[in-house]
């Protein structure tokens, strides 16, 4: 059983950064795929970032190409770098885990999930 716990979230202005971090605990949590989702009340929730396993491999939304860096610390730990805040990017940000996980973007793919991190920028 993997449990994923997020921080990092917080009120910011826009053009400011944030540095979200999921913590990951579980006997093989090393082999799992992460990946960082959002969502905003009343919309389905949205692929952000990808990050294989070795941390080999990474992914990214459109929106999040130049401004969003996904990478792994140790292994229990990933990070979502966010830089250059806009307000649209205010939504709760969720941590996923998959093993075998085959369309990256896909929120079915992924087998875990934190309670997320709230992130709130302001104009």
């Known amino acids: 059983q993997v449990q994923l716990v997020e921080s990092g979230g917080g009120l910011v202005q826009a053009g400011g950064s944030l540095r979200l971090t999921c913590k990951a605990s579980?006997?093989?949590?090393?082999?799992?795929?992460m990946a960082w989702f959002r969502e905003v009340p009343g919309q389905e929730r949205e692929f952000v970032a990808f990050i294989s396993w070795s941390g080999s491999s990474t992914y990214f939304a459109d929106f999040a190409k130049g401004r969003f860096t996904a990478s792994r610390g140790n292994v229990n730990t990933v990070y979502l770098q966010i830089n250059v805040l806009k307000p649209e990017d205010t939504a709760v940000y969720y941590c996923?885990?998959?093993?075998?996980?085959?369309?990256?973007?896909?929120?079915?793919?992924?087998?875990?999930w934190g309670r997320g991190t709230q992130v709130t920028v302001s104009s």
């Open positions: 996923a885990a998959g093993d075998a996980v085959h369309v990256y973007y896909a929120a079915d793919e992924y087998d875990y």
């Open positions: 579980g006997p093989t949590v090393k082999n799992y795929n």
